[in-house]
């Protein structure tokens, strides 16, 4: 029998009391095959779904507790993970529930990973474009129930800031709902801009009140054999950011 692919896991580093646990996986180590190589934990790509499955059952081996899956819809809801039946529509969900696994699927879009200090509670948050100028951060951490001083956050892999490509009326947004925004953006020939998702990620924790913040030093465009990206390949999977107490 040949043995299954070694699974490539992310740990964050980052403040978190001991108990709270978080991971993110890549693209190495599953079933699926093509475009979708080869860890792929998304059902809703056009991916082999027995491939999927095969996925999520090794992921699930790894957990306390199968994950609850969103359906992402790239706004600013968030929502209690302990009493979300499987796809609901959120981008954010938080748990004071020991054992339950907050998670979120994304391929370019910023992961925010959030834990309270005493390990009351943790949250984790989608953030592309859309979701960080409608206020999916704020709602995460306003929906977490603990002071925000009280938080520590890790900004999990995410496009990096010399490829993300964006047009003005996506700097526009942002900078509606911040005016100090435009600091992330350098502008390029033809009213393009560079966005830096990781800055605008930070300033919307600052904005919340989380003051310590670790991460942000990926690229999933350019890392093209660790990370599945929408930006550069269109059709392809996606990999998850997930945080959990333990039991």
């Known amino acids: 029998m040949t043995a299954a692919p070694a699974l490539d896991l992310i740990e964050p580093d980052w403040a978190a009391p001991p108990g709270v646990r978080a991971l993110v996986t890549t693209r190495r180590g599953g079933a699926s095959h093509g475009r979708f190589a080869s860890f792929n934990l998304a059902a809703h790509v056009g991916d082999d779904p027995a491939a999927v499955a095969c ?34 529509r959120a981008d954010a969900a938080v748990t004071r529930v020991r054992g339950t696994v907050c998670a979120v699927l994304s391929a370019d879009c910023l992961p925010v990973l959030l834990a309270d200090r005493r390990g009351r509670a943790v949250g984790i948050a989608h953030a592309g474009w859309r979701g960080l100028a409608a206020g999916v951060i704020e709602a995460a951490v306003a929906r977490i129930g603990v002071p925000p001083a009280a938080l520590v956050a890790w900004l999990g892999p ?90």
């Open 158 to 247: 995410a496009i990096g800031p010399g490829v993300y490509e964006v047009g003005a009326e996506v700097r526009a947004a942002l900078v509606a709902a911040d005016a100090g925004a435009a600091a992330a953006f350098a502008e390029r020939p033809g009213g393009k801009f560079l966005a830096d998702l990781y800055a605008l990620g930070r300033r919307r924790l600052a904005a919340a009140g989380v003051t310590e913040v670790a991460g942000g030093g990926f690229c999933t465009f350019t890392e093209r054999d660790r990370f599945f990206s929408y930006r550069r390949e269109g059709t392809t999977g996606r990999f998850a950011s997930l945080i959990w107490m333990d039991r």
């Open 55 to 88: 996925n999520r059952a090794r992921l699930r081996s790894l957990l306390p507790a199968e994950p609850v899956w969103l359906e992402q819809v790239h706004g600013a809801t968030a929502v209690a993970a302990d009493a979300a039946p499987p796809g609901t």
